[in-house]
């Protein structure tokens, strides 16, 4: 079982999702998300062996949320999915609703995106790149929150990069104190007393550094720019019916469903 030389793999392959445009789809993917360039082409690659997946896995698939975003996005382009990719490419629609929401649901999410990761590395030879299919833990984590944010108009800052700059703000207070302290009982300067003052100095350039490169990995949106709006229980979930290989007409077995549980995406709050 191998998709290498899978006819639907083959056409998805050559698919193009970008077009001569001012805003590609890459692009658009990658602004919306707060993504770089890179981590979005990638993104997009690995959407492609989802798509292949719904159809060819033969059981109900479900997608990470960094692919789930990329599908999102495609579904606005109507004439390119409808047309170009679920009439032209897969033959018969594919589409994303909303699920019933409930812990049934939720169980049943969580084992559909082990099996699709198990079926990932069946049909492609490897295991799914992990940031972008991390672990159910991190995929299905609680009490996700996610908003449309206008970048334009608000700063976004990491919690745990917000945490690093307050605590290299008060170890530069503390530093800064501690040196006005010094100076005013300094009679004379000699490296004796200033080595603990550019020890000071070492330690508060560190905290400075670490705070900077704190927030996650590049190409890493942390679901801050763009996603569903929900209750704060459990983030969404999408699969894509088995049963999309075997219904020639694609009238049933094809419907994915959609956000589920509270806010399109997943990662911790």
Same mark, same amino acid.
């Given at each position: 079982m191998n998709a290498t030389n899978d006819p639907l793999w083959l056409k998805l392959q050559v698919f193009t999702? +970008?077009? *001569? +445009? !001012?805003?590609?789809f890459t692009q658009r993917l990658a602004r919306?998300?707060? @993504?770089? !360039?890179?981590? !979005?082409? #990638? %993104?997009?690659?690995?959407?492609r062996r989802f798509l292949f997946l719904a159809l060819r896995a033969g059981h109900p698939v479900t997608p990470s949320d960094e692919v789930d975003q990329a599908w999102h996005l495609h &579904? %606005?382009?109507? #004439? $390119?999915? @409808?047309? *170009?990719?679920?009439? +032209?490419?897969?033959g018969r629609p594919l589409h994303h609703g909303p699920t019933r929401g409930g812990t049934a649901e939720d169980d049943r999410f969580e084992r559909q995106y082990a099996e699709t990761k198990v079926s990932y590395a069946r049909w492609f030879g490897r295991e799914p790149p992990a940031d972008i299919w991390p672990p159910s833990k991190v995929r299905f984590a609680p009490q996700v929150r996610f908003a449309r944010v206008n970048v334009a108009a608000y700063w976004m800052l990491p919690k745990p990069r917000v945490r690093r700059l307050a605590a290299a703000c008060f170890l530069a207070l503390l530093s800064l104190t501690t040196l006005a302290a010094c100076a005013t009982k300094l *009679?004379?300067? $000699?490296?004796?007393?200033? &080595?603990?003052?550019?020890?000071?100095? &070492? %330690?508060?350039g560190l905290a400075i550094r670490a705070a900077r490169r704190g927030g996650g990995k590049s190409g890493d949106g942390g679901g801050c720019s763009t996603g569903c709006g929900g209750d704060s229980n459990h983030s969404s979930h999408h699969d894509s019916s088995s049963g999309c290989s075997s219904h020639s007409d694609g009238s049933s077995g094809c419907s994915s469903s959609g956000c589920g549980g509270g806010g399109c995406g997943g990662g911790g709050d």
């Open positions: 999702f +970008d077009h *001569e +445009d !001012a805003l590609t919306e998300n707060n @993504w770089s !360039a890179e981590f !979005a082409q #990638r %993104v997009v690659d690995e959407y &579904l %606005v382009y109507t #004439r $390119s999915y @409808w047309q *170009e990719l679920c009439q +032209d490419i897969l *009679e004379h300067i $000699s490296f004796g007393n200033v &080595l603990p003052l550019l020890f000071l100095l &070492l %330690v508060i």
